[in-house]
């Protein structure tokens, strides 16, 4: 009898549909690291670009010129950038289109506003679902490899009259290997949708007080002459 227990060899013995469950749980890990990699710097960024948009807009710089600057660059506004262009062309074509309340300009351009930030935050949001399905599904799958190699291991001691421990132990033990690579699969997916989650609410906390601080200034230049 073979009794090498090594793990390649478990893996190369296992039955077909635990390496099934094993094969689909590591393709899972891979796009998992992938998304995780991707939405990490993409948080950066939009942290980044939050923190030095932030700056400019409460250094007195004036809302036409800061629109200007931004609207000038060689690259694609992102962020909190794509919320006050939108606010402020909406207000701009509001204010020159004559014969408008105020209070419809300022509406007008919060409503823009809040549909650049929807979208900007399902931007970010997108991947987050995926690894909370990783999550959360991947050591059920493991378990289901798990459970049906231990199924067969024992089916196949029908046949014998004397059960051993070492004819039952690398049956069980390729079976375990899928719960295995399922908590691999899992655990970092999980920190990471935890972790991502809480920087973008955050994120979204920043977007949201910013529209309603760029409202108010709105509101007064509104109703300046």
């Known amino acids: 009898m073979n009794t090498d227990l090594s ?3 478990l893996i190369k013995e296992a039955s077909f549909v635990v390496q099934f469950v094993m094969v689909l749980l590591l393709i899972a890990s891979l796009a998992s690291w992938t998304f995780i990699f991707s939405k990490r710097k993409e948080l950066n960024q939009a942290i ?4 030095e948009f ?5 250094s007195g710089v004036a809302l036409a010129d800061l629109y200007r600057k931004l609207a000038a660059k060689d690259f694609e506004p992102e962020g909190i950038e794509k919320i006050f262009l939108a606010g402020y062309k909406e207000f701009s074509r509001m204010r020159q289109t004559g014969n408008v309340e105020p209070a ?3 509406e007008s351009a919060q409503r823009v506003m809040r549909i650049e930030l929807s ?5 970010l949001d997108e991947h987050l679902a995926f690894l909370a399905t990783v999550g959360s599904t991947s050591p059920y799958v493991g378990l289901f490899g798990t459970v049906w190699g231990i199924m067969n291991s024992f089916m196949s001691l029908g046949s014998v009259k004397q059960a051993t421990l070492a004819q039952v132990a690398p049956g069980i033990a390729e079976a375990l ?3 295995a690579i399922g908590l691999f699969a899992a655990i970092p997916a999980v920190v990471a949708y935890n972790r991502f989650s809480t920087r973008l609410d955050r994120l ?9 601080e760029f409202v108010v200034l709105l509101q007064r230049q509104a109703h300046s002459k």
């Open 7 to 9: 793990i390649f060899h």
């Open 54 to 58: 932030e700056e400019q807009f409460w």
């Open 104 to 106: 419809v300009q300022v």
């Open 204 to 212: 979204t906390g920043r977007y949201e007080l910013f529209v309603e």
């Open 48 to 51: 980044g670009i939050t923190d």
């Open 177 to 179: 290997i899928a719960t």
């Open 119 to 123: 979208r900007e935050l399902d931007r």
